[in-house]
């Protein structure tokens, strides 16, 4: 069964320094997705990506987010300069055409210290 | 603006019970709802996927019904195991291709 794959699982990184999230979605897929859980809080949405650009953001995705799709197979978010509230559980998932339903990565845990 | 909400919020239940876990949703047009499974520390698991045309889906000891007039949708355990300890989620997309999800009901199955 195909997989989306992110890495690192863990990472633990200081407040202030910039972390690189990645993500290998599913080859075929078009549509791709940056997703949060703060630690016993609900999921949440961050930006969805398709056809090489952003199609939708959330509040929480300000000008310390960014995604990039650097060459075929690889998906990333980039936060600039970590707060401690930016720590949380980081899902990456694919689709196929965004009706079908998604394929999520198993996680990377973020721990800003 | 849509809100997803899972009742109840935690459930405990002896082995083998049948097992109901509610999902309501507030906007009623929605391209599809997806019930996932997490466990503790862990990614999350597509369990099954209901169309908006669809009532009802079914693998194996699951089956999640959808009724969007109502914005509810249910999944039924049957015969529930120890293993199928963890937190069930659903989600719904509407408007755009996002997921909404709910808060979760953990869910605790006693051998």
């Known amino acids: 069964e195909p997989e989306v794959t992110q890495t690192p699982s863990h990472q633990v990184t200081q407040m202030g320094q910039e972390v690189i999230l990645r993500c290998v979605p599913i080859s075929n897929h078009l549509y791709f997705y940056w997703y949060r859980q703060i630690l016993g809080q609900k999921v949440e949405f961050l930006v969805s990506f398709y056809n090489n650009e952003i199609s939708e953001k959330s509040e929480i995705f300000d000008d310390q987010f960014s995604v990039e799709r650097p060459d075929g197979s690889n998906f990333t978010l980039k936060i600039r300069s970590t707060k401690l509230e930016d720590s949380a559980m980081y899902f990456c998932a694919s689709s196929d055409l965004g009706l079908y339903g998604y394929t999520f990565g198993s996680g990377t845990r973020l721990t800003v210290v | 603006k849509q809100e997803v909400t899972q009742i109840p919020a935690a459930l405990s239940v002896p082995e083998g019970e049948n097992l109901v876990l509610n999902c309501s949703f507030t906007d009623s047009a929605i391209y599809n709802l997806q019930w996932f499974r997490q466990d503790p520390g862990k990614g999350l698991t597509s369990l099954l996927l209901?169309?908006?045309?669809?009532r009802e889906q079914t693998s194996g000891r699951l089956n999640a019904s959808l009724d969007k007039s109502s914005g509810r949708s249910t999944l039924y355990i049957a015969a529930s195991q120890p293993g199928d300890s963890a937190t069930y989620l659903c989600a719904v997309t509407s408007g755009t291709y996002k997921y909404i999800f709910g808060t979760g009901t953990r869910l605790k199955v006693l051998a």
């Open positions: 209901i169309q908006s045309s669809q």
